[in-house]
């Protein structure tokens, strides 16, 4: 735990500093529905989002790795992870077969024209930020 939350830290500060809210831009989800980037930190939940494609062998670790712990690190940290799909139109078919095959229980976005990529900057894949709203966020104080 301790770990996870150095690198939630870490991983904060750097985001801080980089960008102060996330993009005004609007993805679906593999069902369908709609969600806007913008307004996933905007409740009392930590936002995780991860870039990342099928044909991304570091990406699949990755999620693979979180998946591990996803359900412990939920209950001890108030979080949701994003998984947005960057695969383009020759591969987007392949991203509900992994996710299904996987068992991730992310929410899973498709990002299939890299919108968000581009609007985030990303040059590579995979990239994972943390998004905290500030009128929410409390940090430790010292004893």
């Known amino acids: 735990m301790k770990k996870l939350l150095t690198t939630i830290a870490f991983i904060f500060s750097i ?7 996330l993009p005004n831009i609007s993805l679906n989800s593999l069902d369908g529905n709609e969600i806007n980037i913008q307004a996933i930190s905007d409740n009392d939940k930590i936002a995780v ?3 990342w494609a099928t044909w991304c062998v570091p990406c699949i ?9 996803y359900e412990e690190w939920r209950d001890e940290v108030n979080f949701e992870l994003y ?3 960057t695969d383009d139109s020759r591969t987007i078919k392949r991203v509900n ?3 299904n ?3 991730w229980d992310y929410t899973i976005l498709l990002d299939s024209n890299n919108e968000l990529q581009r609007a985030l900057g990303a040059s590579t894949i995979p990239l994972t930020l943390i998004a905290v709203s500030y009128t929410h966020l409390t940090l430790p104080t010292k004893a």
């Open 15 to 21: 985001s801080v500093n980089s960008q102060s809210t």
């Open 49 to 51: 989002v991860s870039l």
């Open 61 to 69: 670790k990755e999620l693979d790795a979180i998946s591990e712990y």
């Open 83 to 85: 998984a947005i799909s």
């Open 97 to 99: 077969a992994m996710v």
């Open 101 to 103: 095959g996987k068992g």
